[in-house]
């Protein structure tokens, strides 16, 4: 059975996965739209600064995390001058580092689906009248809402996922900041623990698996899986 500190673990890291990708699906899909339909200098600099959490370790995120959002970082003190607060070892801090590690899979979703829309369509719908915001809302958003659907369910999976920026950034504090990973680890450590990791092990798994039949099946509406790599 799953024990009621068990549960709100579990609710912890829905609370945390579900705010860190509302947060950055508006910055995903503004990421994705540029380098979908934009030419600029310095567009490939911009693709590799937005992917690079996927390649770098996390620890090193959390540390570059930790470093912008410290009282003495440039992130940190705006947020103590402005509104007296602190991310750190808070759950809104664990909110940061796993949006940010969700930000490369969400914008490749995105780009993907915008990608696949024929432009002739919007193209067309500028020869009837219609403004470029227009066109863009009538044609262009609603055929790329899948991709959408799809980078929001993968964004979740893999902000419910997050350890090593996390635990960099903002620590394992019980009750705060530990999110389904970082009990499992904590369990790990614990003589008598393998029972509590199985449990939450399964429904990570379980969590995950849902976040990823979920979105290959509103990827494949757009005509083609999403490739995350």
């Not at 705006?78 to 930000?103: C, E, K, N």
């Not at 403004?131 to 979740?156: M, Q």
């Not at 996390?166 to 369990?187: K, N, Q």
């Amino acid at each position: 059975m799953i024990t009621p500190d068990e549960w709100a673990i579990v609710r912890l890291t829905l609370l945390v996965g579900g705010v860190a990708v509302a947060a950055t699906l508006p910055l995903a899909f503004a990421l994705a739209f540029v380098l979908a339909r934009v030419r600029f200098p310095g567009k490939l600099l911009l693709d590799g600064i937005v992917h690079l959490p996927l390649v770098v370790p996390p620890v090193v995120t959390g540390w570059m995390l930790l470093l912008a959002f410290a009282p003495s970082g440039p992130l940190g003190r705006l947020l103590q001058q402005w509104f007296g607060a602190s991310v750190l070892f808070r759950w809104t801090g664990a909110a940061i580092a796993a949006g940010v590690m969700a930000l490369p899979l969400m914008v490749r979703a995105i780009r993907l689906s915008i990608e696949a829309v024929d432009r002739r369509l919007e193209q067309a719908a500028r020869t009837l009248g219609a403004s470029p915001a227009r066109a863009f809302a009538t044609i262009t958003l609603p055929l790329s809402l899948p991709g959408i659907l799809a980078a929001t369910t993968l964004g979740l999976a893999r902000a419910i996922g997050e350890f090593g920026a996390t635990i960099t950034f903002v620590s394992s504090v019980p009750g705060e900041t530990e999110t389904l990973p970082l009990a499992i680890y904590a369990a790990l450590q614990r003589p008598g623990g393998d029972a509590m990791v199985w449990r939450l092990a399964a429904i990570s798994v379980a969590l995950a698996l849902v976040a990823l039949v979920a979105s290959e099946a509103l990827a494949r509406r757009t005509g083609r899986g999403v490739n995350v790599l």
